[in-house]
């Protein structure tokens, strides 16, 4: 049994239930997206503020001291204590690897500069003065984006409450200011 819907147009009773079907999967997949937009925009203001480098984190913790062990400790010492007056140039004219500790200077730097150290080395003029001479690599070859995430968990594993405050502040203003 045909039904004329107008001129030219011709529907079944097979055809307008397979419309609503159609209709129903449409409506269920954007009833979907929009749960899925309001899930990651919930996320997103949860992380606001956190740290890729999250020194709470016990798994990421572990992972970074194995990678601190393997390719920081050497330079940085096992207790992060740096290389011996890390302040002054050696007699060839680079610096000494600095503490990591709460005695150094790392925990003033944001954590987007930290990485940046960290995967590309001390890059003269971007995370550096223009002239700066240091050993410090690159590890942009060597390492994942994880592994240098954790190596700086680990690092602020080491730091007194403080000192993690002022320096998630710090990353915060930075963060805000890139916005």
Known sequence: MAMNDGPGTTSTPENGTS????NRIGVGLLAASFAFLVGAIIVAMQLEGKSSADPDNPRQVALGRS???RTCAYCHGARLEGQPNWQEKLPRGRMPAPPHDASGHT???PDAVLFGITKHGLVPGKYAPPSYQSDMPTFAGTLSDEEVWGALAYIKSFW???IRKAQREMTAETEQKRR
């Open 107 to 109: 925990w003033h730097h």
């Open 160 to 162: 007194p409450p403080d």
């Open 19 to 22: 419309a609503r079907v159609r």
């Open 67 to 69: 990678v601190y062990e």
